[in-house]
T-cell receptor, first 114, second 111 residues
Framework: NAGVTQTPKFQVLKTGQSMTLQCAQD?????MYWYRQDPGMGLRLIYYSASEGTTDKGEVPNGYNVSRLNKREFSLRLESAAPSQTSVYFCASSEILANGNTIYFGEGSWLTVV | QKEVEQDPGPLSVPEGAIVSLNCTYS??????FMWYRQYSRKGPELLMY????GNKEDGRFTAQVDKSSKYISLFIRDSQPSDSATYLCAMSRSSASKIIFGSGTRLSIRP
């Protein structure tokens, strides 16, 4: 059981380049998320998808697009990378438990934009 | 004002000490509360989750929620060097709503 798998783990981009971060989960969860984590800022939600076919903006969606390809996969695209998008990106999925919901995270993708 | 506030630390304590980690929040609609642990260069992993006010214990870890004060705590007893990590609190309004995270407290346990 792999949980949440995201690729690539490390990437260096030049300003203006585009790239897609891939994410897949094998836990049959409906909800999936993309967060970015910066020093002193904690985890900030970029986009989330409550179910297959739906996506919604989070706190910091500007400069990003997402695709919920199917129930398993949720990708994050940077169309024109900027240095401000240098960050660690985490994909996550969640399940609803008896007394709440909880998120399971991938291992992270370290992105540097130069 | 952020919805969830958490002291970033760093917090350094000797091995065996009791550690207290705390978060405050402003949205009284939050009902579900979680604590995550994050080791360096890894994704956060769930430690504990609770619903509404009260205490929950799991081994050396105890989570407390005081909704009247909008304050949650995580206590670690008999702290070990392996507990050195960043601890993030998180909360949500309902079982299906977005989860909001604190910025995390960096904890170091000295052998």
């Amino acid at each position: 059981n792999a949980g949440v798998t995201q690729t690539p783990k490390f990437q260096v981009l030049k300003t203006g380049q585009s790239m897609t971060l891939q994410c897949a989960q094998d836990m049959n969860h409906n909800s999936m998320y993309w967060y970015r984590q910066d020093p002193g800022m904690g985890l900030r939600l970029i986009y989330y998808s409550a179910s297959e076919g739906t996506t919604d903006k989070g706190e910091v969606p500007n400069g990003y697009n997402v695709s919920r390809l199917n129930k398993r996969e949720f990708s994050l695209r940077l169309e024109s990378a900027a240095p401000s998008q240098t960050s660690v990106y985490f994909c996550a999925s969640s399940e609803i438990l008896a007394n709440g919901n909880t998120i399971y995270f991938g291992e992270g993708s370290w992105l540097t934009v130069v | 004002q952020k919805e969830v506030e958490q002291d970033p630390g760093p917090l350094s304590v000797p091995e065996g000490a009791i550690v207290s980690l705390n978060c405050t929040y402003s949205n009284s609609a939050f009902q579900y509360f979680m604590w995550y642990r994050q080791y360096s260069r890894k994704g956060p992993e769930l430690l504990m989750y609770t619903y509404s006010s009260g205490n929950k214990e799991d081994g050396r870890f105890t989570a407390q929620v005081d909704k009247s004060s909008k304050y949650i705590s995580l206590f670690i007893r008999d702290s070990q060097p392996s507990d050195s990590a960043t601890y993030l609190c998180a909360m949500s309004r309902s079982s299906a709503s977005k989860i909001i995270f604190g910025s995390g407290t960096r904890l170091s346990i000295r052998p």
